[in-house]
């Protein structure tokens, strides 16, 4: 099962070497891994998407937390929380696609932010679910570029990792 | 770097170089010896410790056996062992002690010299990314980029070398810091907010595990290395005794429970008694201790999951728990707090008495099997014999040290370790070329002390070299070498796994041990005849400032017994063919 796991860390060199070295030393997958400084700058944010049953989630957790670095660990699915990616997607803009995009990038309530001779560069925020759906929907020989940048998760309400 | 670090009490700084910072903080530590290598990037370091009289500096020949007498001389005392090495090669060198350190959890602490700052990154000479190379095998690694981090960088590295579940700790130190200059200032104390390990188990778990063990019919009880380095054997005694449960230790884990007391079943695992691998199958309760439930212990998980039993573990990792083998009442904490409360909690108990009569007559018959037999012979020396002997004549008080293979397997079958911290082994990684290191840091640990490494051809040259460290420091090791002229265990699988195609398995050109070990100036002994094998090690053992090599020749074609084929249940062992035919005749 998909999970999104999200962690606080002592924003130290080599720090994100640690995660992802333990990941592929212990052969877990990740689907996506984000990470940035956070308002306190000794901490670093980080959300890792993976797949595994129960009893890897549980050993990805607990191996996570015996990290030296690592401070909190939180698995989002324990409870409501919320995730969004953001992807930056370059499609032709010539002849049908003109329309074509334009109308795809309303419906997902996308924006075009560059606008070139030939091309558009659509900006998308969502789920990753969302922004699957919308590489699905448009036609994918108009498609020039994607970037995406891996899911980030907070949990709804109450639910806050802190120090 | 973390300011926490630094306590509000200190005062009155000294000004000095980051390499008299780095020797003074070891000396702060207490720490009595520093196995080593010198080279370029740690010279500002070699000359202040040239200066100073605190720890003694243990010069080896390679920086692999200053990491492994570093290694045992932790697992010996329960101190943090300490090595020094040079940068880029001398550190590489040092990964392979390294990982021997992390598999088994032994805490050390590993300084090594790093190309200067600014050369870092520009493939410098001797330059290697050993915060890099060694990320996987340490429990955590520190490069210090200014001077005035060494003291609390040194400082965390002991903390948490030596705290929670124990490992090494690297600390790599670039040249042009070491010859800095900065205040002298040793935190007394450490807080990390990312790093409080849990040492208090929960009581309801404690509890609700005393209540199972008092209830349970077919009781088991398996500790392993975390006893050991937990210091719980004390406790352990005392709650086994009090319950009258029977105990299995792994290999990691001899010495934890009195090899020599009579609820003791031998090791477990791969190559344990029949009665330790029958218990730990068919027991209903099992209290695990320390312990991980490895590959080698309980054989293929599904088949020691196909019979239902109720799991106690403690363990100070969490991440140990329920990794391979899913457990009941989990409890997180240092082992001897653990027991220590599971005793205090027993004693209140009204009825202590458990109904164990049944299930020890059934371990009895098991016991009768006498899986550990096998035939002595006139002719040649049988390689079991001479550990047997080695007990008798040692009175099981030596510091026993072994390299990897079937002499491993031998030692920890026939040596039995009545204390905790005298079987000194690379479990976990299975580190060809440790046993005279190891045996080295027993030595410095316990200088009086009578020290035998077991040993084979193969495994003893790995790190021959050492033979001239043991010169130099005049220590008077005894090596006890089973010499079959076989890389025996690799023989032994080809022989039962590859139709007997001996690919690579035999050594020619062997050395004349006896004449290398005389040309170290040390005493060297050839023994062919098993007639000779007690007097021999009498005689060996008798000298005891001298540094003995014993060359037993034994038997090619012996066999480790019993055995837990790969991916077999831990109930179907194969028996010695003299236990087998033995059985067939009784029946």
């Known amino acids: 099962m998909r999970h999104i796991i999200s962690l606080l860390m002592e924003n130290e060199a080599g720090a994100l070497s640690r995660v992802a070295g333990l990941f592929s030393a212990r052969g877990y997958n990740i689907e996506s891994l984000t990470v940035a400084v956070t308002e306190d700058p000794t901490l670093s944010r980080m959300t890792i998407v993976t797949t595994g049953s129960d009893d890897v989630i549980e050993q990805i957790i607990k191996q996570l937390n015996k990290l030296i670095d690592v401070v909190k660990v939180l698995d989002l699915n324990d409870g409501k929380h919320i995730e969004r990616e953001l992807m930056l997607v370059k499609v032709k803009a010539t002849g049908v696609h003109k329309d074509e995009m334009k109308r795809m990038c309303d419906i997902f309530r996308g924006r075009i932010i560059d606008v070139a001779d030939n091309s558009y560069t659509i900006e998308l925020t969502g789920s990753c679910s969302k922004l699957d759906a919308f590489i699905e929907a448009i036609d994918r020989s108009a498609i020039l570029e994607t970037v995406r940048t891996g899911a980030s998760g907070i949990g709804r309400g109450d639910r806050i990792l802190k120090v | ?362 371990i009895n018959e098991w016991r009768g099997i006498q899986s550990l037999d096998y035939t002595y012979s006139d002719s040649v020396i049988k390689p079991q014999y001479v550990v047997q002997k080695l007990w008798e004549v040692t009175k099981g008080e030596a510091y026993v040290t072994s390299d990897v293979g079937q002499h491993q397997m031998w030692a920890a079958q026939y040596y039995k370790f009545d204390k905790p911290r005298r079987w000194i082994n690379s479990g976990g990684l299975g580190t060809m070329g440790v046993g005279l290191p190891y045996a080295m840091g027993c030595q410095f640990a316990d200088k009086h002390a009578q020290v035998a490494c077991i040993t084979g051809e193969g495994s003893i040259q790995m790190n021959i070299q050492e033979l001239s460290t043991c010169a130099q420091y005049g220590l008077p090791i005894k090596v006890i070498l089973l010499n079959n002229r076989y890389l025996g265990m690799v023989r032994q699988w080809q022989e039962f796994f590859y139709e007997n195609r001996y690919s690579e398995s035999y050594m020619d050109s062997l050395p004349d041990f006896v004449k290398l070990a005389e040309s170290y100036g040390h005493v060297g002994m050839r023994i062919t005849n098993p007639a000779d094998v007690e007097g021999a090690l009498k005689e060996a053992f008798d000298r005891k400032d001298k540094f003995v090599f014993m060359d037993f020749l034994t038997d090619q074609t012996e066999n480790v017994f019993p055995m837990v084929e790969n991916g077999k249940g831990l109930s179907e062992m194969v028996l010695s063919p003299s236990t087998a035919s033995r059985l067939k005749g009784e029946e």
């Not at chain 2, 243990?58 to 001389?73: G, T």
Request: with cysteine.
């Open chain 2, 1 to 362: 770097m973390d300011a926490s670090a630094h306590s509000a009490t200190d005062t009155h700084a000294k000004s000095m170089t980051g390499a008299d910072i780095v020797v003074s903080c070891l000396n702060e530590e207490k720490v009595k010896f520093v196995f080593g290598y010198p080279g370029g990037a740690v010279l500002h370091i070699y000359d202040a410790l040239y200066k100073q009289n605190g720890f003694k500096h243990i010069l080896v020949r390679h920086e692999q056996a200053a990491v492994h007498a570093a290694d045992a001389y932790s697992r010996a005392t329960g101190d943090v062992g300490v090595a020094l090495v040079t940068s880029g090669p001398g550190a590489t060198n040092a990964v392979t002690g390294i990982a021997t350190a992390y598999m088994d959890s032994i805490p050390l602490v590993v300084i090594s010299g790093q190309v200067p700052v600014p050369a870092i990154g520009l493939d410098a000479f001797q330059e290697v990314d050993m915060v890099g190379v060694t990320r996987p095998c340490v429990k955590h690694n520190f490069l210090v980029k200014h001077v005035k981090d060494i003291a609390p960088t040194i400082k965390k590295a002991f903390f948490i070398a030596k705290t929670g579940r124990p490992g090494p700790v690297v600390v790599d130190i670039p040249k042009d810091i070491t010859a800095h200059v900065a205040d002298f200032i040793y935190p007394k104390t450490v807080e990390m907010r990312s790093y409080n390990p849990i040492l208090k188990g929960h009581s309801g778990q404690i509890k609700k595990a005393v209540k199972l063990l008092l209830g349970a019919k077919r009781p088991m009880i398996y500790t392993g290395g975390g006893l050991v380095l937990g210091n719980g054997a004390a406790e352990l005694v005392k709650l086994a005794k009090a319950l009258n449960f029977p105990v299995t230790n792994t290999l990691m884990g001899l010495g934890g429970y009195p090899a020599t007391d009579k609820q003791f079943v031998g090791m477990l695992g791969m190559h344990g008694t029949y009665e330790a691998n029958m218990a730990m199958q068919h027991c209903d309760v099992l209290l695990a201790v320390g312990a991980r439930f490895d590959d080698r212990v309980i054989g293929n998980p599904k088949h020691f999951g196909g019979q239902k039993r109720t799991i106690i573990h403690i363990d100070v990792d969490p991440s140990s728990i329920s990794k391979r083998v899913k457990v009941d009442v989990p409890i997180v904490g240092d082992v001897q707090s653990v027991l220590a409360d599971m005793n205090e909690i027993l004693a209140q108990e009204e009825n202590q008495s458990t109904d164990t009569a049944d299930w020890w007559s059934q």
